[in-house]
């Protein structure tokens, strides 16, 4: 009994670290570029189980995480520091990723300024958007969130981006997820990346 005490504490005291994403092409929703060699996947934890890799239930603070992963085939890198994602829903609702604030606002169900909704005469002080976060789930959101500036040649980089759903019934049905300003390694802007989330929800065709 102690020794599964002592298990489940230091299970606890551990860091947050995200598990480790297959290749890009291994997931059905994902687009290819085959003259640049780019592609972008993603992978949404819609369900429970995919959800459970996170100490945070996302899904109860309406948030949806998704997977995006994108992998570099050819022989230069690629730069994402510009890049911009968006999920475009079936009824034309437009979602940016959620920002490291967005997270800790409803995580600490405290409002962006100006939301109050009655006048001040003078200016407050700026609270801190983490102030009732704790660490373990601050540390969650850093370790959790794309992060990647580059790709290098012949490698992978992934991570999550956390869309604000909870105003909307289905993100995923009929949606596309679209990728804008990757660029190579001369800076020329790469044709966006369209990825039908359709793709994700239909079920593998059996072969026999």
Same mark, same amino acid.
């Given at each position: 009994?102690?020794t599964?005490?002592?298990?489940?504490?230091?299970?606890?005291?551990?860091?947050?670290?995200?598990p480790?994403?297959?290749?890009?092409?291994?997931? /059905? &929703?994902? @687009? =290819?570029?085959?003259?640049? !060699?780019?592609?972008?996947?993603?992978?949404?934890? *819609?369900?429970?189980?995919?959800?459970?890799?996170?100490?945070?239930?996302?899904?109860?603070?309406g948030?949806?995480?998704?997977?995006?992963?994108?992998?570099?085939?050819?022989?230069?890198?690629?730069?994402?520091?510009?890049?911009?994602?968006?999920?475009?829903?079936?009824?034309?609702?437009r979602?940016? /990723? &959620?920002? @490291? =604030?967005?997270?800790?606002? !409803?995580?600490?169900?405290?409002?962006?300024?100006? *939301?109050?909704?009655?006048?001040?005469?003078?200016?407050l002080?700026?609270?801190?958007?983490d102030?009732?976060?704790?660490?373990?789930?601050?540390?969650?959101?850093?370790?959790?969130?794309?992060?990647?500036?580059?790709?290098?040649?012949?490698?992978?980089?992934?991570g999550?981006?956390?869309?604000?759903?909870?105003?909307?019934? =289905?993100?995923?049905?009929?949606a596309?997820?679209?990728?804008?300003?990757v660029? *190579?390694?001369?800076g020329?802007?790469?044709?966006?990346?369209?990825i039908?989330?359709?793709?994700?929800?239909?079920?593998p065709?059996?072969?026999?």
């Amino acid at each position: 009994m102690l020794t599964i005490v002592l298990a489940s504490l230091a299970q606890a005291g551990k860091e947050f670290r995200p598990p480790g994403a297959a290749a890009a092409s291994a997931y /059905p &929703a994902r @687009d =290819e570029h085959p003259l640049e !060699r780019v592609t972008i996947a993603v992978d949404p934890c *819609d369900t429970r189980e995919k959800a459970a890799i996170f100490p945070t239930e996302w899904r109860r603070h309406g948030y949806l995480p998704v997977r995006l992963v994108i992998a570099n085939g050819g022989d230069q890198p690629i730069a994402l520091n510009r890049m911009r994602v968006e999920l475009v829903t079936s009824n034309r609702t437009r979602l940016q /990723p &959620a920002s @490291d =604030e967005d997270l800790y606002r !409803r995580l600490s169900r405290t409002k962006h300024r100006g *939301d109050e909704g009655s006048p001040v005469p003078l200016p407050l002080p700026r609270r801190r958007a983490d102030v009732g976060v704790p660490k373990e789930t601050r540390q969650e959101i850093e370790s959790a969130q794309f992060r990647a500036l580059a790709v290098e040649p012949k490698a992978n980089q992934s991570g999550f981006i956390f869309f604000d759903i909870e105003d909307v019934r =289905e993100p995923l049905a009929g949606a596309h997820l679209y990728v804008y300003g990757v660029r *190579d390694s001369d800076g020329q802007e790469l044709m966006f990346f369209d990825i039908p989330l359709d793709k994700y929800l239909q079920p593998p065709v059996s072969r026999r």
